[in-house]
């Protein structure tokens, strides 16, 4: 069974901190990793995908992935109350399967 | 601009009635998603489409399951009897752009199915 877990929270930070959140998969021959932003009721917005071991910037958003501990994690910077929303990773696994294995997801929230 | 437009937004059915559900791309995928989402719980992949074939499929995805693309261009959810269990948000998904074969999945705004 190929997992992807996350901290389900609930995460609070101040206004304009740093929003660290983590994600570990089981599928050490997984491809790619997303990072999806859901506010309640609607569908996942995607933030960021990464490929690569290492670090990829868009924004006040920063990806990190580390294949060899089985470790992706999205920081957000100077966050801002309209961030406070349920983050979920999500990660391709390894061979043919093309669909999205999904973690149950971090809720964030932002305080003003 | 959303990839995928779902009608309609909210269904509400009897247990044991058909439901189908609708997802229109903006432009030709060939790679084509269905993923549900129960209330609380994670997105959950069902069906995945590729060039008129149902390309793979979870355990979710029984014979009460249909997918078609009936007109070349609409993909539809059928669900033939519905049960309570049934009852979560449905997304379509589908990659940015024609051509990629890479799942940076795009979901569309989804469908509230509430079985009663």
């Known amino acids: 069974q190929k997992e992807v877990e996350q901290n389900s929270g609930p995460l609070s930070v101040p206004e304009g901190a740093i929003a660290s959140l983590n994600c570990t998969y089981s599928d050490r021959g997984s491809q790619s990793f997303f990072w999806y932003r859901q506010y309640s009721g609607k569908s996942p917005e995607l933030i960021m995908f990464?490929?690569?071991?290492g670090d990829k910037e868009d924004g006040r958003f920063t990806a990190q992935l580390n294949k060899a501990s089985q470790y992706v994690s999205l920081l957000i910077r100077d966050s801002q109350p309209s961030d406070s929303a349920t983050y979920l990773c999500a990660v391709l696994p390894s061979g043919s399967a093309r669909q999205l294995t999904f973690g149950s997801g971090t809720q964030l929230t932002v305080l003003p | 601009e959303p990839e995928v437009t779902q009608t309609p937004s909210h269904q509400v059915t009897q247990m044991g009635q058909e439901v189908i559900l609708r997802c229109v791309p903006i432009?030709?995928?060939?790679?084509f998603y269905w993923y549900r989402q129960i209330l609380g719980q994670k997105v959950e992949f069902l069906v995945s489409?590729?060039?008129?074939?149902?390309?793979?499929k979870s355990e979710i995805f029984d014979d009460q399951f249909s997918v078609e693309r009936p007109d070349g261009s609409n993909f539809t959810l059928k669900i033939r009897s519905t049960k309570l269990e049934d009852s979560a948000m449905y997304f379509c998904?589908?990659?940015?752009?024609?051509?990629?074969?890479?799942?940076?999945?795009?979901f569309g705004q989804g469908t509230r199915l509430t079985v009663v």
């Open positions: 998904a589908t990659p940015p752009r024609e051509g990629r074969e890479n799942t940076e999945a795009f």
């Open positions: 489409f590729y060039n008129n074939e149902i390309s793979e």
């Open positions: 432009s030709n995928h060939l790679y």
């Open positions: 990464i490929y690569s071991n």
